[in-house]
């Protein structure tokens, strides 16, 4: 069984910057596709940003391209998710999960972990 941990959330002022973090317990993260998604109060989840088995390959939401950045540790089992130039309406639980069958938005990610908030000061 896949565990997943997020950890790094906080209260930020707009501009500011966070760094996400999400260990895995196992053997198998190095094999899974990993991705991060939000989910603001009153809003479905969405997808935020994911990234290939080995590292090489990234994709993220139009929201977030320029200010966020995916990138993982396979030797640490864990993903991260650098946050720069934040702004109010990314305040969201942020949660990251992983799964075998990709990395993008549209793949199906089989394991997730119970999130951490991040809330965004004006």
């Known amino acids: 069984q896949v565990q997943l941990v997020e950890s790094g959330g906080g209260l930020v002022q707009a501009g500011g910057s966070l760094r996400l973090s999400c260990a895995a317990s196992?053997?198998?993260?190095?094999?899974?596709?990993m991705g991060w998604f939000r989910q603001a109060p009153g809003k479905e989840r969405e997808f935020v940003a994911g990234?290939?088995?080995?590292?090489?390959?990234?994709d993220y939401a139009d929201s977030v391209k320029g200010r966020f950045t995916i990138s993982r540790d396979n030797a640490k089992n864990t993903v991260y998710l650098q946050m720069n130039s934040l702004k109010p309406e990314d305040t969201a639980v942020y949660f990251c999960?992983?799964?075998?069958?990709?990395?993008?938005?549209?793949?199906?990610?089989?394991?997730w972990g119970r999130g951490t908030q991040v809330t965004v000061s004006s």
């Open positions: 990234i290939s088995r080995g590292g090489g390959r990234t």
């Open positions: 999960a992983g799964g075998p069958l990709g990395y993008s938005s549209s793949s199906s990610y089989a394991h």
């Open positions: 196992g053997r198998t993260f190095s094999s899974y596709g």
